[in-house]
């Protein structure tokens, strides 16, 4: 209990210095010295889920794969400009997403299925109906793998990622208004999507 207490005080304090004292600081200073063992064991961590990340914006098991394996090598290359500021692992996640977006923009695929948006106006505030609630998880996932590239895209970082529009902005090159509109927009083709297949 007092163990529990003292570690509390110390990321307190380590919080109000302004840095995250991360549960894996001793792996990444390892890292940081080039230890591949320290490195493999983040890998082994956080592999999974950083894959999981890469492929519900790939939607494709083997570039999902390469963007994950790549987006680790850029962690470790660049170790040094981990500030400490968040938790290693959301500083990875923002690596994996953004190596898997440059994948998508050297297939030459685009964050808007023009003609879509062209022919729906939806409102941006939209509320999708709570009836998707009701829906079992594995018939989400598969109606959001069905859902256009920039839809899809925007859902992923904004529900599952947890990113603003903002964010999203920084990372996919469109502006924080596409982006709330593309969700808009992914609600509704996501709740359209449901229904068909109720």
């Not at 923009?105 to 964050?111: E, G, I, L, P, T």
Request: with cysteine.
């Amino acid at each position: 209990m007092q163990q529990r207490k003292n570690d509390f005080v110390t990321n307190t304090e380590n919080k109000l210095e302004g840095h995250f004292k991360d549960i894996n600081h001793e792996l990444i200073e390892l890292c940081l010295k080039g230890d591949k063992k320290a490195q493999f064991e983040l890998y082994k961590k956080y592999a999974n889920a950083m894959y999981n990340t890469s492929y519900r914006i790939l939607k494709n098991s083997a570039e999902a794969e390469d963007a994950m394996q790549e987006g680790f090598l850029k962690a470790f290359q660049h170790m040094d400009s981990y500030s400490g500021t968040v938790s290693f692992g959301a500083w990875l996640k923002k690596i994996i997403i953004n190596t898997s977006l440059d994948t998508l923009r050297k297939n030459k695929m685009n964050f808007e299925n023009v003609d879509e948006i062209k022919s729906i106006q939806y409102a941006e505030d939209e509320v999708v109906d709570e009836s998707i609630i009701a829906y079992k998880v594995e018939q989400v996932k598969k109606a959001i793998s069905d859902l256009p590239e920039g839809y899809r895209i925007v859902l992923t970082l904004y529900l599952i990622e947890g990113y603003d529009h903002d964010e999203i902005a920084e990372i996919t090159g469109i502006s924080a208004s596409t982006s709330r509109s593309q969700l808009a927009r992914a609600r509704k083709k996501l709740l359209e999507l449901l229904l068909e297949n109720k």
